[in-house]
Every structure is written in C-alpha cells, then in structure tokens.
C-alpha cells in the first residue's frame, strides 16, 4: 500500500498513518485505503456549485480546504436525497458534533476519490492547524539516543531452512580400536630403509573411480555468462556478368583571364614575387656562368681513340671482304656502287667496259650485256641479282622512298628504272643464309641446284631515245622525297612523300630533270588511255614488273637546264653536282595524313599524274642552287630555276660562280653528310672544300698530291674525316682537326689500279664498312675502325669553328690581295703618269682613276 | 613594388630562359610563357613534386621549410621557388 505523502500534506495525517501502520501492516488483511476518520467522496459539479468548492476554482491545491456547514449538507440530503453526493455518509455528518465540517480537495487522488470529508474534529484541527515540525526532529533524536531494548524473537520460518542445511549424523559414529598384543611389548625392533616409491606397501593410495552404480545428475552448475553484443559475418562475390572498359577523363582546371587579372593584381602575388626574384635571378646566374655538374675528369676525353682502342684494334681499314666474279668483272672497271639502303650487307656494282676498250668495241667480238651485279657478304663468289641494261651504266642510284626502284644513267645517254620488288625476299633470303636459292619454287629441289641461276631483272622502263642525253650519264641523284620540282624549276611541296623526280647530268652540257610519272592527258579519252596501255602491256615482256610501264620509251624529261658559261657564250661540261637536300619543317600533320594515303599509292607510279604547278604550294625555302663540277675543272654555282630573258623565252640564268680550282676533270662533289653548307670536290691533282655562300672560292684547298685524285667521299659518322683515293691505287684518310696539310693515314697500294669509286656505309652501329673498287674490276669491303668511326667529343662544333676559321681567313686573304693589288695598280699608274712630265698630280684626277678602277672592279665582282 | 609583369619580364629576358610559369595553390596556372598543354602539365606535376618535397623538409625539422627546388636534367635546368603557396617554375637552357 504505498501511500506517498503530497506535498502540501499533512504531517499530522502521516503521523496518523503511522500510528495506524503498525497495528494493520503485520497482517495481510483488506482494509479501505483511507484512515477511518477520512471519508473520500465525489461531488458533482452541481454539488461543487451549491458548495462553492468547484474544483481548481474555488479549491485548489494550495487552499485545498472548505468548511461547510453541517446543516447545509443535511438540508441538501434531504432535498436531493439519493441522489445527494453526501448520501452515503449521512449518518456520520448527523454525529458530528461540530457545525463545521472540513472538506478537503484531493488534487492528487490520493485517498481514491476528488474530495475527501473529513469525519472527527479531532482530525479537522489537526489539519487545519499542523503540528510544529520541529517536533519531529526532537522525537528522532530522542529515539536514536535510547539504546534498543532486545525483543523477543519472532520466527518467520527460517529456522526450517537452517534445519534442512544443516549437517546431522544420521548414525553414531563408527569406532575401532587397534592395539598390540602384550607380549610383544618391549621387544627388539629392527628398522630398515626402504624407498617410498617402490614398496607397494609403503604407500597406499586410494584413487578415485567410476562407479558406474553411483551416478549423480548434476543439478546445478556454476557457469558464468557475459553479455556480448550480437555479431554477424557474411561475405559475398560479385559476379562481374558483363565485362566492360572503364576509363576516366579529365580536364585540368584552369583559370579565366578575368581570374588571371585579378590574381595578379593581388598582393600576395606582389609580395611572392618580390621575394622569389632576387634567389631565381641569383641561380639563373649561377647557372649562366658554369655548370656545376660537369664531370671534369669525363670531359677530359676518355674516349675509345685515346686510351682504350690503341692496343686492341688497329687504327687502319682493315680488309673485311672482296668480291669479284670472273664472268661480269673481266676487262671491266667499276664506274659505280651503291650498298642497297636496308638489306644489310648487299652492294650493288655497275661494271663497265674500259675507256680503251671503248674505241675497239665495234670490231671486237667480246660484245656482252652490261649488268649491275649484286653482291653479298655471305657469298662473296656469285652475285645474287643482275640488272640488266641496254648499255653500260656509269651512274645509278637507289631511290631514297623506296629502294627497290633505281634509276641508272646509260652511256647513250638514256635514263633506264629497274624494279627490283619481285626479288627482295631472295636477296633477304639469300643474305640471311648463306645459300642461293632460286626463284622459281615450282620445280624440285634438284633442279634448283643444278641450275643455280642468278636472276636477272630486266629494265622496266628506258627514256625515250630522242628527249635523252646526246652523250653519257655520268651523275643520277633522286630529289629527296621532300620536295618535288616543277617544270619551270619552282621548287614545290611532295604530296606523297616520295621521291618522284631523278636529276641526271652529262657531257652535252646539259642537266635533265625526270619524273616518274605521267604528265596529266589533257585530251586523251578514256578509251584512248586503255588502248595505249594495252598496246604498252605487249611490248613489255613477261618478267618484268610493270611499274614504270607508262614511262617506256616515251619517257621524256620534265625540265631542261642548260649550263651557259659565265664568261664566254659557250657552256659548260658538266660532270658531278650536287644540291642541297631540303628537310620539310612544319605541316607535319597534313605529312601524316599524306603519308597514309601514300603508303597505298605508292607503288602505283602509273597512276600518278604530274600535278599542275598551281595547286601545289610553292616552297619557299627550298636551295636552288647547286654545284657542278665540269670537265675543265671548273666549280660553278647556279640556279636550276628558269627565266624568262627578254625575248619571253624560257632560259636558264647564268650561274653565279665558276671557280677553276683543279686543273683536270672533276670526279666528286659530294655535300658532307653534318654539314648542309660544306662540299668536298675533287679533280685533277687537288681536292677542296667548299662552303655554300662563301663566293670567294674554297675554304680549304689541298696541297698538290703527287697523283691524280680519283674519287672522295666523306665519312658518314666523323664529321671531319674523309677517304680520298688516287690514281696509283692508294688511299688517304684526311682529319681535318688533326691535320689539314696531309693525310692521316695513308693505305698505299691497296691495289694496283686506280680507284674507281670509295663508298662508306654504316651496316651496324658496330660495323662501320668502306667499299674500294678499283680498275680492276674488283670491290674490297674494308672495316673502319673505331678510331675513324667513332667521333671524338664535340667533334661536330670544332670542325665548324676550323671551316669558320678557314672562312675568314679566306676573306682575309682576299682583302689583302685587292690591297695588294690596288697597290700595284696605283704603282703602275704613277709610273704611268711621270712619264709625260707631269710630276704633280692634281690629287682629284687621282682619286678619279682609283674611283674608276675600283668600280670597274666591283663590275667584275 | 614593381609590377609583376615587370618583374617577370626580368627573368623572362636572363640568358638561357626556356620559359617561365607561376602557379598559384591549387596547382592552376596563372601567368605562363609556354603553350598551353605543357603549362598545365608542367604546373600540376610540379605542385605535387613540390608538396612531397615540402613535407620532407619539414617532417625532418618542422621548424624548416623548402625554399627552393632545383632539377637538373639531361636538357635543361629546371627550377622552382616557393612562397606563400604560389610557385614561379622557370625552365633554363645551360650554356655550354
């Protein structure tokens, strides 16, 4: 019965409930759960109204008490009779003795109902007028000072549990007794030792066993428990059903210009940038004046030539290989060879018939075919490929786009183009293995070795006899797939990026330029076109590829230029030239694409038709120049592009330079392979470098050998080094950083003839090689050594600082020569002038005579 | 306080100066000399370059700090100066 105690209450009423307690709460007996002097009732609203104690109005939780009247309430039972709220205790409001009546609102219902009367006065005062508080404590007080009286016990039950827990014996104790007989006391003993473990009977243990007829069921049992927190593990596989490409992409964030501005406008950048400067300009400094990280002791030179190669390897040309083949090299002198670009390994050699055989030809009897011959390492005895021509080759070349095409220079003055495709993979073949192996897979195996024929290409197409050179061809150069040339010499754009045009030079003082392809057929219909080539298809044979087909024997040259001497009217001889290659810089992209195209189209020359000069563009920067080396010796600079003179006719300008610096026939001009400005020209009994736009002659000039100089060539991995061969059979390797004045090697008697034609070639970045042939009719492979290929450092840089040098000093030279010379003039004149008696001379009329000299020399100029 | 084109054109016209370009915190680009691809490529690997190098600066003393940052290669000399989160990246040709 928890009876709380409201707040506003009545200590008194607790008291009461205390006193009340102990003599209820023993005993489990129902009683109303409301002191007997207290009687809970409910009062309707009506009631609360007549009374005036409506709830939370008149009454409230802190003035919970109304008095009434007794007689108003007996007069409201009387009035309302049953339905009166103070019905049910009418009988004890007639017993009370007071007039009042007190009648408390229970807000908190704690007697069960809303109001509560309160029966007794007794109660009423005690309510109305609480007791002190202070009484209270003093009673505490009093009762904790008084030591508690012991009570009597009151059994509550258990001692019945004690009874049951406790442990009584259920029978009386056991007891035996054990003693020893009489007679044996006093008697002699006899101890002895004996070991615990061993004696059976020393020790008696009684182990513990299973009785199986004793069993317990365990009751209880002591385990402890912890509460943990519920987990739960799984694991799944993803199924990747349908495989796909995952890629990001990104872009970098940048800033606006409005963005830009504004940050630096800022003052934080201001500030970084004060600060920042002073140490970026102190290491840009720091930088400028030396570098820090060069390795002294490597920059010393530790190159192979210095140290390590000197025991080892020789520093000459050591001989590699030699080929020759008695059916096609007897009586015959190599006028021409070329190592084919890409199958390594491979040299290509024209043989032709000797100048003094030439004369005798038509009488003697040992007319045969001329061959281009191929030779290869593996098989130094049988050549691999012959090409025929109509008449010996004096020159040929490798086309640079595609090297299974060559163009080669008769000596009747005709252009012939071989195609060489259908064979490549019997030369790859062929150089690979070692074996010969013959075209035609058809037959047995025995067949092809006993035949063991080499095969022979046929030419695909000659130019037509009349547009040819009237005399031989003695120098054939392809235009660099860059740059083609139309037919008024304008240097324009390749579309394809091959080489389509082939220059040729002769004796009949002119310089041919070709093309490869078809000029555009301005009125031919289709049908005439078919018929033409179909007639074309018949006159070709069988074997021969059909590339060039639409060039045979009609094949005529696209531009002619004819070489007027600078001085006299007549023109010059040419026999070698050479023009400056043109690397195409920018429009790389459109290169690209044209580049896709032309791997389709490139084998296609017949398709090809010459573009019209307009819709190509023009290249600007192309050199159009270009040096000839004549019979005369003589080195002239000119311009391939045609004029037009006065009259309107298509003319070719005069060239700008002639110098005759060797004495006999100019057998080499040859560009240097670092240097787009340096030529290497040799003749008669000296050679020169030359540089392009110096005018005033070569840079450096050989001294006088004592043999004709036959043929030079640079090295193709030394910018300074270059082979000289001579007319006894020797020759000479020239440093021009070591020494200018003479050779630095010298091979003598390499051969006994002359030498024909010196070739370099890199086959592998190890194997450097030097091809010789000589008048005999023989080519010797020799190996560069290291020393010679290998450059020393920054070999490239002093050799252009020696041609600066040499340039300047040629200017030098020069200018004290036109002193010297104006000197000896004014000498001249002055005797000249004292001789008619006059000995004073007005200074004016002598500046006049100097001013005059001086432009007529300009004239010259 | 000059202005900072000025003082940018300083170190724009030394001897050697392939080109120049200043970063700001975030790795973008503000002011450049070079074409447009290199700069941004050039401004974002070389913010992180330089934040690993920072870091490395100060986790070994965090009273330090990275200054300047040189990187010398094959073909040019790169380098970087740092302050107040901005960087200027200047691209040199050595003489030789």
Redesign the interface.
Same mark, same amino acid.
């Given at each position: 019965m928890p009876q709380k105690r409201p707040k506003s209450a009545t200590s008194s009423a607790g008291k009461m409930k205390h006193k009340d307690r102990k003599p209820e709460s023993p005993a489990p007996i129902e009683k109303p759960d409301h002191p007997e002097d207290i009687f809970p009732m409910v009062l309707t609203s009506v009631t609360q109204e007549l009374f005036g104690c409506r709830a939370d109005e008149d009454v409230t939780s802190e003035s919970p008490y109304k008095l009434l009247k007794k007689d108003d309430i007996i007069q409201d039972i009387k009035t309302r009779a049953a339905v009166s709220d103070f019905s049910p205790v009418k009988q004890r409001v007639l017993d009370y003795p007071d007039d009042e009546i007190l009648l408390v609102f229970d807000r908190d219902f704690i007697y069960g109902q809303c109001f509560y009367l309160v029966m007794t006065p007794e109660a009423k005062e005690l309510i109305l007028n609480p007791p002190e508080p202070e009484e209270i404590p003093a009673e505490i007080e009093c009762e904790v000072n008084k030591t508690p009286e012991p009570q009597k016990w009151i059994s509550l039950g258990s001692e019945l549990e004690i009874e049951e827990e406790s442990v009584k014996e259920t029978r009386e104790k056991l007891y035996f007794v054990f003693s020893k007989e009489r007679r044996m006391f006093g008697g002699p003993v006899c101890f002895s030792d004996s070991n615990a473990a061993d004696d059976k009977y020393g020790n008696l243990g009684c182990p513990s066993y299973q009785d199986s007829r004793f069993s317990i069921k365990q009751m209880q049992r002591d385990c402890g428990t912890q509460a943990a927190p519920t987990l739960q593990s799984s694991s799944a596989q993803t199924q990747w059903k349908r495989k796909k490409n995952m890629c990001t992409q990104y872009k970098?964030? !940048? #800033?606006s210009q409005e963005e830009?501005d504004n940050?630096?406008q800022s003052e934080?950048?201001?500030? #970084?940038?004060?600060?920042?400067?002073p140490?970026?300009?102190y290491?840009?400094?720091q !930088? !400028?004046i030396m570098?820090v #990280?060069l390795d002294d002791l490597k920059a010393l030179g530790t190159c192979p030539e210095e140290g390590e190669c000197s025991g080892k390897d020789s520093a000459e040309l050591m001989l590699y290989q030699a080929f020759t083949d008695q059916t096609y090299s007897k009586d015959r002198t190599i006028s021409c060879i070329n190592w084919h670009p890409t199958i390594y390994g491979l040299i290509a050699v024209a043989f032709t018939a000797k100048k003094e055989q030439q004369s005798d030809e038509p009488t003697s009897s040992d007319v045969r075919p001329s061959h281009i011959v191929f030779f290869c390492f593996s098989n130094p005895y049988d050549p691999q490929l012959l090409l025929e021509c109509p008449d010996d080759i004096y020159a040929f070349e490798f086309c640079p786009s595609d090297p299974n095409i060559i163009v080669g220079g008769c000596r009747n003055g005709q252009v012939v183009l071989w195609d060489i495709s259908g064979h490549i993979t019997h030369l790859q073949r062929a150089q690979s293995s070692g074996k010969k192996v013959s075209v035609n897979t058809d037959t047995f195996d025995l067949d092809d070795n006993k035949e063991k024929k080499t095969p022979v290409v046929r030419c695909c197409a000659v130019s037509a006899m009349d547009s040819s050179h009237k005399a031989r061809i003695t120098d054939v150069k392809w235009l660099p797939p860059t740059f083609e040339v139309t037919r008024l010499g304008v240097p324009v754009e390749n579309q394809y990026n091959t080489s389509v045009q082939v220059v040729t030079c002769s004796p009949d003082c002119s310089i041919m330029f070709w093309d490869v392809r078809l000029p555009k057929p301005l009125n031919q219909s289709a049908l005439d076109r078919k018929k033409t080539e179909d007639q074309k298809v018949q006159m070709t044979p069988y074997s021969v590829p059909d590339t060039f087909k639409h060039l045979d024997r009609t094949w005529k040259p696209l531009l002619r230029v004819s070489l007027p001497n600078i001085n006299t009217s007549e023109e010059y001889v040419p026999l070698k030239f050479s023009f400056q290659h043109y690397t195409c810089k920018g429009n790389t992209d459109r290169n690209t694409e044209e580049a896709d195209k032309s791997s389709e189209i490139i084998r296609d020359f017949s398709q090809l038709r010459l573009p019209s000069a307009k819709t190509l563009t023009t290249l600007e920067d192309v050199n159009t120049k270009f040096y000839i080396g004549t019979e005369d010796g003589e080195i002239v600079y000119t311009d391939w592009k045609l004029e037009k003179d006065d009259s309107g006719r298509l003319q070719s300008a005069k060239p700008l330079h002639c110098f005759s610096i060797h004495s006999w026939m100019v057998n080499t001009i040859q560009r240097s392979p670092f240097f787009k400005d340096i030529i290497l020209t040799t003749g008669g009994w000296k050679f020169a470098i030359w540089k392009e736009g110096v005018m005033d002659g070569p840079i450096i000039v050989s001294p006088i050998s004592e043999h004709v100089i036959t043929v030079g060539c640079w090295s193709l991995s030394r910018p300074a080094v270059f082979f000289i061969g001579k007319d006894d059979g020797s020759i000479e390797v020239w440093n021009l950083l070591e020494k200018t004045s003479e050779p630095t090697q010298v091979h003598a008697h390499i051969t006994n003839a002359k030498i024909t034609c010196i070739t370099p070639w890199t086959a592998t970045p190890k194997q450097h090689i030097l091809a010789v042939t000589d008048d005999l009719g023989v080519v010797r492979v020799f190996e560069i050594p290291k020393t010679l290929y290998i450059p020393s450092k920054s070999e490239s840089l002093n050799v252009k600082k020696l041609f600066e040098l040499e340039e300047n000093r040629l200017k030098d030279y020069l200018q004290r020569e036109k002193l010297s010379q104006k000197e000896q003039k004014e000498a001249e004149e002055l005797e000249k002038k004292m001789e008619p008696n006059e000995p004073l001379k007005s200074e004016q009329e002598e500046e006049d005579t100097h001013l005059k000299e001086y432009r007529e020399y300009m004239v010259l100029e | 306080m000059a202005d900072v084109e000025d003082i940018l054109k300083r170190i724009e016209a030394h001897k050697g100066v392939i080109g120049t370009v200043v970063v700001n915190g975030g790795g973008i680009p503000i002011r450049t000399t070079l074409d447009n691809s290199t700069t941004v490529q050039y401004a974002g690997l070389f913010r992180q370059l330089t934040t690993m190098a920072r870091s490395t600066v100060r986790d070994i003393d965090p009273q330090n700090d990275l200054t300047f940052l040189r990187i010398r290669t094959k073909k040019h000399e790169i380098m970087v100066a740092l302050e107040n989160d901005f960087l200027l990246i200047v691209i040199q040709k050595p003489c030789e």
């Open positions: 970098p964030r !940048e #800033f830009k940050i630096l934080s950048l201001k500030n #970084f940038c004060n600060l920042v400067t140490r970026m300009l290491a840009l400094q !930088e !400028e570098n #990280f | -």
